[in-house]
């Protein structure tokens, strides 16, 4: 089959190929953690608290005195992590001074179609586009990244992310630490290349899209971070655009993991390993001792990588990385016990389920045999109703399937429950091969019939292939308004 065609190809690589690398061991942690700096914000008189993102490109040192041509979001790098309250009504004033068309879709985040930042809210060069909604979900780790059809991949490896955190009150009363960048700090992980000089290079693809030997984190090549509290706060976020993580601690303790990617989980849950494909976001907490040093890592054992597929499976297990280094100081302030409850998160009654509908992922980057039109809405969503998605990987590769507007419950693994770790809200689903995953979502409120939401595999590579397509959510008896239903020739 297709699968085959695309091993065989991998194959072709060589020993050396893309993703068979292992750097446990070999990083020298030279550089303090760049933490993204908060991004500013005034209040209108209205109330709205109003953000403002310039795209524009810049160069970046990795190393000291090798500039690498690099984009950010007020910066040459990433861009500020963004804080909003639940209740608040946002806007955001985002302007391109890139010499290209680009967006900023806000990942995870429920709002308007219009206001979604997909591809259908292209910002051209020299333009400004000011999306505005109120926050009405709760406190997450989400981020921002642009979304123009084709190009994301590129833009988002060039340096177009950052982190948007929603906080509430019932996050805020809970003994968690929050500081930002001192107990409660981003850790944005990405794969990239580096010439023996230091200077940033493109990586090369294969079957996932393009994958790097080296990991930088905030942009940081080679990162330590010094803390001074017994328990801290990691929001790890996958922004690679293909390369998927065993995130572990170098000394075998375990991940204590207290939120995925729409909010806390009922309980924390200790894990050897936390998986997080691209896109996925993962709260951990850390308890160090005086003067310890532990290593964040991704750890690639053969168990994991068999269903990570070909490019771990096939390595024996060697595409593991340092990450992070956490340097405790000698005298750590204490920190209050965390909370064994954290979250309620009601089940969904399956017998609510209006809708059930099928995507299956094949080896042409196609969902249900079709590529991304822009012309086309796929499926029309009644507001308000229990949609079940069944996602069917029927290819021999890892994907990894996002959904717009929505955080939903995963139903079923092949049939099974889903592990403790996928019990909570969640956006993306890293999807095994040959596997089945049943989500249940609703989407709570009426939009656009003219405007879709997007769903997609989010290895940018596959995405910008066409492994997308469109939703419209209308209201009882709408129909949306675009060329819905109709079949294209490919
Ligand atoms: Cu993170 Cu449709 O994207
Ligand atoms: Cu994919």
């Known amino acids: 089959a297709a699968g085959?065609?695309?091993?065989?190809?991998?194959?072709?690589?060589?020993?050396?190929?893309?993703g068979q690398v292992?750097?446990?061991?070999?990083?020298?942690?030279?550089k303090p953690l760049a933490i993204p700096p908060l991004a500013e914000s005034t209040v209108d008189a209205d109330g709205t608290r109003v953000f403002a993102l310039d795209a524009q490109a810049g160069a970046t040192e990795f190393e000291p005195g090798e500039s690498s041509d690099t984009w950010g979001f007020n910066g040459r790098y990433l861009g500020p992590t963004i804080v909003a309250k639940r209740g608040e009504h946002v806007r955001v004033d985002m302007t391109n001074s890139?010499?290209?068309?680009?967006?900023?879709?806000?990942?995870?985040?429920?709002?308007?179609?219009?206001?979604?930042?997909?591809?259908?809210?292209?910002?051209?060069?020299?333009g400004s586009w000011s999306p505005e909604w109120d926050i009405d979900q709760q406190a997450a780790t989400l981020w921002y990244h642009p979304h123009p059809h084709g190009e994301t991949e590129d833009h988002v490896s060039r340096g177009l992310a950052g982190m948007f955190l929603v906080q509430d009150d019932a996050e805020a009363a809970l003994a968690l630490p929050r500081e930002y960048g001192v107990d409660d700090v981003p850790v944005i992980v990405q794969d990239t290349g580096f010439s023996a000089e230091g200077e940033q290079e493109a990586?090369?693809?294969?079957?996932?899209g393009g994958l790097g030997d080296e990991l930088i984190v905030n942009g940081t090549r080679g990162p330590y971070l010094d803390v001074h509290d017994?328990?801290?706060?990691?929001?790890?976020?996958?922004?690679?655009?293909?390369?998927?993580?065993?995130?572990?601690?170098?000394?075998g303790r375990p991940m204590e993991l207290i939120g995925t990617d729409g909010g806390l989980l009922e309980a924390p849950v200790e894990l050897d390993h936390v998986r997080l494909s691209p896109g996925e976001r993962a709260e951990v907490l850390l308890r160090v001792t005086p003067g310890e040093e532990?290593?964040?890592?991704?750890?690639?054992?053969?168990?994991?990588?068999?269903?990570?597929?070909?490019?771990?499976?096939?390595?024996?297990?060697?595409?593991?990385?340092?990450?992070?280094?956490?340097?405790?100081?000698?005298e750590l302030d204490p920190a209050p016990a965390v909370p064994e409850q954290l979250n309620s998160i009601p089940a969904f009654d399956e017998a609510e389920v209006v809708t059930t509908r099928t995507f299956e992922l094949n080896d042409s980057f196609e969902i249900n045999g079709e590529a991304m039109d822009m012309?086309?809405?796929?499926?029309?969503?009644t507001v308000g109703t229990l949609e079940r998605w069944v996602v069917e990987n029927a290819t021999s590769v890892p994907h990894s399937f996002h959904v717009h507007d929505v955080q939903f419950r995963v139903a079923s693994i092949d049939g099974a429950a889903p592990p403790p770790e996928l019990a909570g809200w969640k956006d993306t689903i890293f999807t095994e091969p040959e596997t089945e995953y049943e989500l249940l979502m609703r989407f709570e409120d009426y939009s656009d019939p003219d405007t879709p939401y997007m769903y997609h595999c989010h290895l940018l590579w596959h995405e910008d292939q066409g492994m997308m397509g469109q939703f419209a959510v209308v209201e009882p008896g709408q129909r949306a308004t675009m060329t819905e239903g109709t079949h294209h020739e490919h």
């Open 203 to 208: 990586n090369p693809r294969g079957y996932a």
């Open 294 to 330: 532990v290593v964040l890592q991704s750890r690639m054992t053969p168990e994991i990588a068999a269903l990570v597929g070909p490019v771990a499976a096939t390595n024996g297990g060697t595409d593991s990385f340092d990450v992070l280094q956490v340097r405790a100081a000698d």
């Open 230 to 251: 017994e328990v801290v706060r990691l929001r790890l976020l996958n922004a690679s655009t293909a390369r998927s993580y065993a995130f572990a601690w170098s000394d």
């Open 98 to 126: 890139l010499d290209e068309p680009t967006t900023v879709h806000w990942h995870g985040m429920h709002l308007p179609a219009e206001m979604d930042g997909g591809p259908h809210q292209m910002v051209e060069p020299g």
């Open 375 to 381: 012309g086309r809405i796929d499926e029309t969503v």
């Open 22 to 30: 292992s750097t446990i061991g070999k990083v020298d942690f030279d």
């Open 4 to 18: 085959g065609l695309i091993a065989v190809a991998f194959a072709g690589c060589g020993i050396a190929g893309p």
